[in-house]
């Protein structure tokens, strides 16, 4: 068909893919583990974008997955107000959803390999916006094992594998499928130093086999779910009981479950016509205390005994902020949704925890609801009221590493996560 002008009416949705390879040409520094030496030494498998255009009368809206642990948050505004500079639409307009590997470049020290994956995501942009078409759509879940929680002592886990399924409004071809996983993607661990998009490339390399279409990965709220498979000689601290496999092939079991967990579900999601689509944002002011420097002497001690972390750095911004007086600092977050059928993407730019998502479906009372993370950036981990209690790495230790990316020096407060779930479902269109 002749392509429709992208701001003219039409009365379904339309939709168009591009996808783009982003593997860097040679060695890069890269980030998430907090080693010393985080020099790249090899290739295991390529790392791409995946950008998708959506349009339904006059909303336009681009939802873009990066295989990266995360793009700084002003890096990935710089990118989402590029992108939508092109469409003519607004950054809220513009979704990044990251798989949060940690065996991709570091986008803040790698300078060049940034700019050379924002030039790829434009072009791409500009390619896919002359081949907008008609589409039809459902969602559907399936339920599979590829994640544990963190905790031992905790059962929570969002079991939910989200998919949107996109086929030609005329031929009924599979165009896209498009998912929702929860598990963080380290299946590779700190002594692996080779480029990969983990589990994620796994997935798509499986299901683009077996069913013949381009697969989009979205990480869900996975910052206390961990793998349950994982490859490595070490028995790292999140994979450190008997519930965790190591397995050589660690990355293809995760693909297998995912596969397996699809087959059972995917005839019965029978696409419709769609007449809803919406991509839009609201912001919350989230704070983040400063304690004393006496207790952050014991963070940095417990973070060197438990988990080797080298708090020298941190230590030295948080005497700083004791100097100048600062108390508190504040966080402003962003929750965007992409909202389609009956289903929504919701993500935020932090690493929030499984009952995040859980809470979130349940006061929607829908199933397709998905509270997600690693939206447009990275923005640290985000604990739930009860792990805030515990501590440990993902409420203080990992501040020491990334404090430099987030901003502050400290976890958001408390009552910050009760807070967030209610602004999410308070602004949800569904």
Not at 80 to 94: I, N, P, Y
Not at 300 to 316: F, N, Q, R, T, V
Not at 391 to 413: D, H, K, Q, S, T
Request: hydrophobic share 40%; net charge negative.
């Amino acid at each position: 068909m002749k392509n429709k002008g992208y701001h003219e009416k039409i009365n379904s949705v339309s939709f168009a893919y591009q996808q783009v390879d982003i593997t860097p040409k040679k060695a890069v520094q890269t980030i998430g583990f907090g080693r010393e030496d985080e020099e790249s030494k090899g290739i295991m498998q390529g790392l791409l974008t995946q950008i998708s255009l959506w349009q339904y009368e006059d909303e336009l809206c681009c939802f873009v997955a990066i295989d990266h642990i995360g793009f700084s948050k002003p890096h990935g505004a710089a990118l989402r107000s590029a992108v939508g500079a092109l469409l003519g639409v607004g950054m809220e307009k513009v979704m990044l959803c990251f798989s949060h590997t940690h065996a991709a470049p570091n986008d803040t020290i790698e300078k060049e390999y940034a700019d050379f994956v924002d030039e790829v995501i434009k072009k791409a942009v500009i390619l896919a916006k002359e081949n907008l078409a008609p589409i039809k759509g459902a969602w559907g879940n399936a339920y599979g094992d590829i994640g544990l929680n963190r905790r031992l002592e905790s059962k929570a886990l969002d079991r939910r594998i989200g998919i949107f399924k996109v086929v030609d409004a005329k031929s009924g071809v599979l165009k896209l499928l498009l998912l929702r996983l929860t598990a963080h993607a380290n299946v590779l661990k700190a002594d692996n130093y080779l480029i990969s998009p983990d589990y994620f490339g796994a997935v798509r390399e499986a299901l683009q086999e077996r069913f013949g279409c381009p697969v989009m990965v979205t990480q869900g709220a996975s910052g206390n779910v961990a793998p349950k498979y994982f490859c490595s000689a070490l028995t790292p601290p999140d994979a450190g009981d008997g519930r965790f496999v190591r397995a050589e092939n660690a990355l293809r079991r995760m693909a297998d479950e995912v596969l397996r967990q699809l087959e059972k579900v995917i005839d019965g999601i029978q696409p419709v016509d769609l007449r809803s689509l919406k991509m839009y944002s609201t912001n919350i002011h989230l704070f983040a205390d400063v304690l004393s420097y006496e207790r952050a002497e014991k963070i940095a001690e417990e973070a060197k005994k438990y988990a080797g972390i080298d708090g020298a750095l941190w230590l030295a911004e948080v005497r700083r902020l004791q100097e100048e007086g600062i108390k508190t600092q504040k966080d402003t977050t962003e929750i965007q949704y992409f909202s389609i059928g009956n289903g929504c993407l919701c993500g935020v730019a932090n690493e929030i925890m499984c009952e995040f998502a859980l809470r979130a479906q349940a006061l929607t009372g829908n199933e397709f609801f998905y509270f997600g993370g690693y939206t447009n950036s990275c923005g640290g981990y985000f604990p739930t009221e009860e792990e805030y209690d515990k501590g440990g790495y993902e409420v203080y230790w990992c501040m020491l590493i990334f404090y430099i990316y987030y901003g502050r020096a400290f976890p958001l407060n408390r009552n910050a996560c009760s807070l967030l779930i209610q602004e999410a479902v308070a602004h949800t269109a569904l």
